[in-house]
């Protein structure tokens, strides 16, 4: 059985610029969850989606932070415009349901300089 | 308000001592709790949850915790530590329902390190 995808692996950007991350969960997997992993902390959940709702996004900074979840499969998360303390891993996970065991992809490692 | 403390950011163990990853949770509710393993350069893992079934939950890799509501605490151990052990352990809270209310708090980890 395939994982959960994430891509790009690793992105350096500078201030002030856009960037996205893509997340393919794996088939059937109807909750899809993205965290921001600051080096020396524990994931912090931004957004959790159920199907192409969105759940919970009580921890994303929605001023700069956005994310979709077209047709309940892939998802992307976009930073606009990114800031120093942006830089961190961003992880994806999917369960089956909320309530089921979530598998993480690899995650995303955003340098903001 | 939920809130999970994992009271060691550093454990060393000797290989084939025992291991003890403290975590102490607070919620409101009758959580879910949860450990992960990140192994350097791997995704997360699941070790082991607790639902409200058995308090004494078994994991892979010969871990187990034991949920203990008067102590708030989800203690992990593992009774024999291996080289390959060496990783760093998250304690999760998950409260239960599909609402707003239903938030996934992370620990700030243990780095465990095991001693030749």
């Known amino acids: 059985e395939a994982g959960v995808a994430q891509s790009p692996r690793y992105k350096i950007i500078e201030k002030r610029q856009s960037v996205a991350f893509w997340c393919n969960p794996i088939?059937?997997?109807?909750?899809l969850y993205w965290y921001q992993q600051i080096l020396g902390q524990g994931p912090k959940l931004l957004i959790q989606?159920?199907?192409?709702?969105?759940?919970?996004d009580s921890q994303l900074p929605k001023d700069r932070f956005s994310a979709e979840r077209l047709k309940g499969v892939d998802s992307t998360l976009k930073i606009q415009p990114a800031k120093l303390e942006d830089s961190a891993v961003y992880l994806c996970?999917?369960?089956?349901?909320?309530?089921?065991?979530?598998?993480f992809g690899p995650g995303t490692r955003l340098t903001v300089l | 308000a939920q809130s999970v403390t994992q009271l060691d950011s550093h454990v060393s163990v000797s290989e084939g001592t025992p291991v003890l990853l403290r975590c102490n949770y607070s919620?409101?509710?009758?959580?879910?709790l949860f450990w992960y393993v990140q192994h350097p350069n791997k995704g997360l893992q699941l070790l082991l949850k607790?639902?409200?079934?058995?308090?004494l939950v078994k994991g892979i890799n010969g871990f187990e915790a034991e949920f203990k509501k008067s102590e708030t605490s989800f203690h992990l151990t593992k009774p024999s530590a291996h080289m390959s052990d060496a990783a760093e352990y998250f304690c999760?809270?998950?409260?239960?329902?599909?609402?707003?209310?239903?938030?996934?708090?992370f620990g700030s980890g243990t780095r465990l390190s095991i001693r030749p």
């Open positions: 607790y639902t409200s079934a058995a308090t």
């Open positions: 088939s059937g997997h109807a909750t």
């Open positions: 999760v809270v998950r409260n239960p329902g599909y609402s707003s209310a239903s938030k996934i708090i």
């Open positions: 996970a999917s369960s089956l349901d909320y309530t089921g065991e979530q598998f």
């Open positions: 989606f159920q199907n192409n709702g969105v759940v919970d």
């Open positions: 919620s409101s509710y009758s959580p879910s």
